[in-house]
């Protein structure tokens, strides 16, 4: 196979308006006492109803201004809006209601016509919330669009982590990204599970990505697996246990075809070490 790495483009002519509008955005949420509800909202309205920007409070009291768009632009503020994971017994509603409008302003951004396949100013602005939203987060994280959590507040990421479009990572148990994870379009990482007998019986369990793992396209990850470093799950297969370092599983359920050339010798050893040194 030819190496075929990606190209440096030139930036785009609206750089510098990206530029301050972002760190606009992060002087904002660098203030430990900043109203988050308010940073969403007031984004949000000057992007997808500029027109209202500055009076949303009035807007929506006008009667002249149509309902449906009154009710469209009352979305911009989370406090009018529900999220899944709001509703579920374990959610820390404190933990949570502070995330919550970042989420909601990285989920809104997405669909609106300056996000959608807007990808260097969406990674960007996904840099900025992240450390506000994760337990952690390291450097250069590169996330792209329509990637969606469950609390948020329970994801660890390491260094040089790639997310790419459509992917679920549900940390409602907790999951921790070690350094350069890459997990592919439309994968499923999940850390809570229920039982077949009873719905609302319901596990959680931290699922553990280690240093270098890959997650190919449409695979799934199961709650509290751990896959080893080095390790890779291959495309629309399902891990329902650990993946040993270095080992490809691939099939429903995940099973090794392979151990990667590069393995070294005592990669047998590896998860069981690097999983006490997690715990």
Partial sequence: MVKIPLQQ?????????????LAELEARLADPAADR????????????????????????????????TRLALSACDPRNVTL?????GDCDQERFQRVKPLLWLWYSFDRLPIGGQNIDLGIRLRRVLAP??????????????????????NLEVGDDVVIHRHVLLDDRGGIRLGNKVSVS???????HTHSIVEQVDVTNATTVLHDGVRITYH????????????????????????????????GIPAKSVRVKPNAPADAGDRLRTSTERQN
């Fill in 37 to 68: 509800v308010a940073i969403c909202r007031d984004t949000l309205v000057a992007l997808a109803f500029p027109e209202y920007a500055g009076r949303f409070d009035a807007a929506l009291a006008d009667e002249a201004v149509p309902l449906a």
């Fill in 132 to 153: 506000h939203i994760f337990k952690r987060v390291g450097k250069n994280f590169k996330c792209f669009q329509h990637v969606e959590f469950s609390f948020g507040y």
């Fill in 219 to 250: 695979a799934t990850v199961l709650a509290g697996v751990h896959v080893g470093e080095q390790g890779m799950v291959g495309a629309v297969a399902v891990a329902t246990k650990d993946v040993r370092p270095y080992h490809v599983n691939v």
């Fill in 9 to 21: 483009l030139p930036p785009v002519p609206s750089r510098p308006l990206a530029d301050r509008w």
């Fill in 185 to 191: 379009d439309y994968a499923n990482i999940y850390s």
């Fill in 84 to 88: 899944e994971p709001e509703a579920y």
